[in-house]
């Protein structure tokens, strides 16, 4: 069959069949008198196959390792196929869902529309720099669109970049708000914590009622961050995260810290007497090492008796470290360790 007549058949140009030929994907078996190629039916299924996989999405180049390959398994190009058509369709949506912001941001004129556009291209790029350049260097006099800064922050997982957004975001005050709320309500963990992370440095009720849901988040890093955050805003709903983060030893000092910040509040500062010595019947010795040291952020006059009592425990290093605690506090009355 000549050229022709496999071009009209198989619908495959006569160019792209002379460039199977050059590539050695499809060379036809014979040739006529006057020196045309001539496909033999195998040819023509070869052709078939090899458009079956273009359509896939696999490149001329693949398509000529897997044929060429005899111990090629369909399966495992499939299982490829499925990973890149799987980052494709999540790149777009990820697309979706900023150009979907973008509409709702009603940007007005096109000084507005191009920095958005800009905007976009920079935090679509493959390359953290440029990501992090499109979020610290913005256009004069045209705001950026929060939303879309704040669907970035919960998409990024460059470190650098995620700073830059949650800079930005930060700036912006109590904007974006509601998205990362959102975020902090996904189901993937990774969504979770950069959402909470954002919020923590979000300030206002509506950042706040957002992390304070967050402190019953299955994960613990989700927690520890939303616990902080709470307390520092001298929220007590994050009393028990932030005594069970001493215990656990997840950021402890940083938790103990907010605790005796909360304990200046006379109204709250026996409720985390309670749950430290509480917990310090029960604890094993590492944690009431730690909840130990975390008395000492305590108020002196509340503190100090208790660590007198700890200073003949049973547990030697528990008894010295009470006991040393203790009388720095005594020495140093106005203040914690």
Partial sequence: MLIGEVTRRSGVSSRML??????????PTGRTVGGYREYSDEDIRRIFHVESLRSLGLSLRQIG????????EPSDLVGDLIRRTEERLKR???????????DA???FGWEGVLRIVELLRGLNSPHAARRQQAVLAPAEDVPMSTELLAGAVLAEADPNVAGAL???LARAGGEGVTSLASGARSEDVEVRRRAVHALAGIPGDEATSALTEALGDPDPAVRARAALAVGSRGRTEAV?????????????????EVLGALARDAGCADRIMNELTGELATADPAARIRLTQALAEMPPDLAKGVLRNLAED?????ARLASALAGALTTHPDGGG
Avoid at 65 to 72: H, I, N, S, W, Y
Avoid at 314 to 318: E, I, K, M, P
């Fill in 18 to 27: 002379r460039h199977y030929d050059a590539l050695g994907l499809v060379r």
């Fill in 65 to 72: 390792r897997a044929m060429a390959d005899p111990a090629f």
């Fill in 92 to 102: 777009e949506q990820e697309l979706l869902d900023r150009l979907r912001a973008v």
């Fill in 105 to 107: 941001s009603a940007p």
């Fill in 166 to 168: 949650r800079w930005a």
């Fill in 240 to 256: 028990p995260a932030l005594v069970r983060m001493v215990v656990e030893g997840t950021t402890d000092v940083e938790a103990a």
């Fill in 314 to 318: 049973d547990d030697h290093a528990v």
